[in-house]
């Protein structure tokens, strides 16, 4: 059954009713067989005081499930509103790393009503998942998963699983660990099943072992998971002890996040990690006015070079009108150097050795597209602007705007495309250094040889 | 063994050594143990020549599955210099999904030659999925999964599983069909071994099933894995008929595609879908000039605005210096609100219906952004620009400055909220309603604002 929209409006309705006149059952019989990410979709729709309401009428594990899809503040009502035995019910339900997330989203008092209800085992689990750094593969980790010692047969891991993998995460992969928990291989659940029950673990596993650090950037390990085709990938400490493993899943959402941020730090965005809707006006403002204010001052430059050629703009006035063309030209061409590029680095394809092999491409790229479009702009100044609109463009005049187009694109790729590169190098986020800060710079670059050229062959 | 520049660098060196030595024990030593993605890392780094040698080297599993992360081009030269029977080795240790994918990159003769060394049951399938149109689920998906029927105990169907699970993509879900092939429900291997030998399928299996349709847009299908925290998910054909499953890895390349697809377009670039060093020089220009062009010729209406107050300018000289940061500021704040509102729609969080909401949103965000902005360039230009660098600025031409900022911020945004949300709307992709297009309405906009303050307060 796959979400649609007038689908869910109908039910979301029928929902209305039935809480209203308290028909409980119905309401329950209506969702409790969607996915969990539905129920929560439709809960969120329901006038707000229903929703601890609809929680309670569902089964306790599905509960959990929907809890982790609920957004952070509709998470935080529930918990306040939840009885210490509930609370205990939702939290042993959860899947560690679940429980984790949630916890890094609320504020201290609920964590600690939280961390005193969770038994001894659990908070230290999740204290030691909340130690790690902020965006470390550490953090997004869990420490539920099935280790395997080398002895064991396949029966005695058949044995295992069947015993234990109802509370694991997942059981497709399993790790095998000596008694000081160094890792020493791992096995699907596939290369158990395919083997003799007499066989032993250490028969079975696979010793060629990718694993992440703990203190490994989470974006580092989730591209990881592009590039292997991995399911699971296990976490191990310095002296490669099994700590936890990661899942597709989490990879998953960590790419589409990181992914969002380079996107609105390109756009000049700080980033938020909130959904659109659910962000303030105020946050919204504060994430997109440093940049803005920085921007607006550097335009200064612009302005200045524009002030200091006066006499020249003032003595032909027609080449003013060309300024917005030449600056936005010079603008797109830049960022269609750095966004390639950004996006390359983001994908593991380009590296700071590349460099040179980026300049020269971006020098050919920009060589053919400059000429393109000064002689499509020579065409177009001579027929539209002069024929048809009647403006005062002399052979010479075009020459100088098309003359400056060359070099401007020339220019804008060259700084698009090592910017981002360098930034890398020097330990900056590439996606910073894309088309605001770009643009400005390719600015002021194209207003210099644009004046540069009208001086001289207009004899100004 | 986490891929690691500097080691592989010396790798690739004594791999060289090997080669020309005839080292072929050693060089296969040197790299059977690697990951996949790995290998071909190391092959392509290798001199062009060695490639198909150092192949030839691999067992035949570990072989093919190196043949899927080769790049297009040495895949293409691979197949070249294949036997008839060699290639069917390779094309029988192939998924079928990937052998697809790599058929779909071919030329004509190629995928000729590959069709008729496949043995018939073979090519019916690849033929099948190579019919789907691009970009649909069915071209995504794969028919190498694991089926049960309802009647079937678990200890049958763990036999199936051991019978035929080597040759399935995954045996981690399996599905439920009737003798018709109707999908009637799934279960995972967890399921499976957590259950009693006898058990039916029928009662275990889950029947709430989340499914999509051959011709889904593959997209649409990627973002349910992240929504639901799938690892499969079944392909149906309209009458509700199992044809095939996607699986995680696919659909998390079809979502880093998609998006890469989108960053693209945003900087108004034509998609490429290629790794930026491996595209051409001419496919890079290509790809970059048409929208280059279409804005180019476009800035023709900012410069008949300029044409068309050169009166205005021509009094109040220092207006014109003002350009740039007005037009920078309104194309910056323009493209904050269309990039983030695309990146919403992309990860399903805005849609039409919230339309009103996202412009009563922006618009705040707007006046309190456009307010700070014209209060803090005020200060600058009558401080810096005015006592600094000593430029004519009146006390009026800086409020006709700041006003105009404001307005062009409410403008920028609202031009920028509203575009994307209508492209989709009317079935236009969102992405392409991003900065550049935006950016030259809001020049136009921000330039008649301006002058209509310049005349009305300057009575120009």
């Known amino acids: 059954m796959a979400r649609n929209e007038e ?30 990410f539905d129920i929560a979709y ?19 594990e599905i509960a959990a499930e929907v809890f982790v899809e609920l957004d952070t503040d509709s998470q935080e009502d529930l918990i306040k509103s939840f009885s210490r035995a509930e609370l205990k019910e939702v939290l042993d339900e959860l899947y560690l790393d679940d429980a984790v997330d949630i916890i890094e989203e609320m504020p201290a008092n609920v964590v600690k009503r939280i961390l005193s209800t969770a038994d001894a085992e659990t908070r230290q689990n999740i204290n030691n998942i909340l130690q790690y750094p902020e965006d470390s593969t550490g953090s997004i980790m869990t420490t539920e998963y099935i280790d395997l010692k080398t002895n064991m047969t396949v029966e005695d891991a058949l044995k295992r699983i069947r015993r234990v993998g109802q509370d694991m995460e997942t059981i497709n992969v399993m790790y095998v660990t000596d008694p000081a928990r160094h890792l020493l291989g791992y096995m699907t659940i596939r290369d158990l099943l395919m083997s003799e029950e007499d066989q032993t673990v250490e028969e079975i596993m696979d010793t060629n072992i990718i694993s992440a650090s703990t203190l490994d ?18 976490v191990v400490d310095k002296e490669n002890r099994l700590v936890g493993i990661v899942t597709i899943d ?27 809707l659910n962000t303030g006006v105020l946050e919204t403002v504060k994430s997109r006015i440093p940049w803005l204010l920085l921007l607006m001052v550097s335009a200064t430059f612009t302005g200045q070079i524009i002030s200091s050629f006066e006499d020249a703009l003032a003595a032909v006035t027609i080449l003013t009108a060309y300024i917005p063309m030449l600056m936005d030209t010079g603008g797109n061409c830049g960022s269609q150097a750095s966004v390639t590029v950004i996006r390359g680095i983001s994908l593991d394809e380009i590296e700071l050795k590349d460099l040179l092999k980026v300049i020269w491409k971006e020098m050919r790229v920009a060589v053919i597209i400059g000429c393109i479009l000064a002689v499509c702009n020579f065409g177009k100044l001579m027929l ?3 024929l048809l609109l009647h403006n005062p463009i002399t052979i010479t005049v075009a020459l100088v705007i098309c003359l400056t187009l060359v070099f401007t694109v020339f220019a804008a790729k060259l700084v698009g495309c090592t910017l981002p590169i360098l930034a890398k190098a020097i330990g900056f986020d590439p996606a910073v250094m894309a088309s605001p800060f770009i643009t400005t710079i390719v600015d002021a670059i194209s207003l210099l040889i644009y004046f540069r050229f009208a001086q001289t062959l207009l004899q100004l």
């Open 7 to 36: 689908n869910y409006e109908a039910l979301i309705e029928s929902m209305e009713t039935y809480l209203k006149e308290k028909k409980y059952v119905q309401a329950r019989e209506a969702i409790v067989d969607l996915e969990p």
């Open 42 to 60: 439709v809960m969120e729709a329901l006038p707000e005081d229903t929703i601890p309401i609809v929680f309670r009428l569902l089964p306790k």
């Open 217 to 234: 950037d989470q974006e580092e390990t989730a591209r990881k998971f592009e590039r292997y085709d991995f399911l699971t990938m296990p």
């Open 250 to 276: 989490d990879a998953l959402d960590v790419l589409v996040e990181e992914t969002t941020e380079d996107i609105e730090r390109m756009a000049a965005i700080s980033p938020s990690y909130k959904p659109y």
């Open 384 to 386: 539209v602007d002069r």
